[in-house]
């Protein structure tokens, strides 16, 4: 188990630019989470998939962000046409299936945008 | 709506105190509460998970306790060391939904 990776790990990209970013989540957990964290703040909930279902979306993830996971497996998200406000890191996050509510999170290290 | 507040947002503290961080939420109504560690520039590492049935986890020189009825956790660090200093955060799931609120977190600065 190697936990849950992310890459790339940092990503500079010009205004207006679409960039992508990938989650590989723990292997046998079937719950993903995305969220976003600008400095010295907590992180914000973005979207949540259980299985390949994207589950629940926040108002955060306005038109220009789309995240998939297309098999269940790995996640990846998409923002496009960015801006300088989307500057921000990018932190992915798995838990493991439970009967009833939701489990324990293990997070990856994240991805950093900057955007120029 | 569930909030988050963490107080205090900053803390310097001498190698070898125990220490107290404090978690609120305002919606009592949670499955679980969570603390996590994170250090500059990294991801989150998770410490403790307290379900809502528990009202104390345990885990090295770390315990965390949990009021639900009163909106209220903790986190109780024994004997300080430098390596400790990073910014601790909890988060608590909205009820009904498996969406993370989180708090902005306690930095926490341990001087050798």
């Known amino acids: 188990d190697t936990g849950v990776s992310q890459d790339p790990r940092h990503k500079i990209t010009k205004r207006g630019q679409n960039v992508t970013f990938r989650c590989d989540p723990i292997?046998?957990?079937?719950?993903l989470y995305w969220y976003r964290q600008t400095l010295g703040q907590g992180p914000e909930f973005l979207t949540y998939?259980?299985?390949?279902?994207?589950?629940?979306k926040s108002r955060l993830l306005s038109d220009r962000f789309s995240a998939e996971r297309p098999k269940g497996s790995f996640s990846t998200l998409e923002i496009q046409r960015t801006e300088q406000g989307d500057s921000a890191m990018y932190l992915c996050?798995?838990?493991?299936?439970?009967?009833?509510?939701?489990?324990?999170?293990?997070f990856g290290p994240g991805t950093r945008l900057t955007v120029l | 709506k569930q909030e988050v507040t963490q107080i205090p947002a900053a803390l310097s503290v001498p190698e070898g105190e125990n220490l107290v961080l404090n978690c609120s939420f305002t919606?009592?109504?949670?499955?679980?509460l969570q603390w996590f560690r994170q250090d500059p520039g990294k991801g989150l590492t998770s410490l403790l998970l307290?379900?809502?049935?528990?009202r104390e986890q345990t885990s090295g020189r770390l315990n965390a306790s949990l009021d639900k009825s009163s909106g209220r956790s903790t986190l109780y660090i024994a004997a300080s060391q430098p390596g400790d200093s990073a910014t601790y955060l909890c988060?608590?799931?909205?009820?009904?939904?498996?969406?993370?609120?989180f708090g902005t977190g306690t930095r926490l600065k341990v001087l050798a």
């Open positions: 996050a798995s838990s493991p299936w439970r009967d009833r509510g939701p489990s324990e999170q293990f």
């Open positions: 292997s046998e957990h079937n719950r």
């Open positions: 998939f259980q299985n390949e279902a994207q589950l629940e």
């Open positions: 919606d009592s109504a949670i499955y679980n």
């Open positions: 307290i379900q809502s049935s528990q």
């Open positions: 988060a608590v799931p909205t009820s009904g939904t498996y969406k993370y609120i």
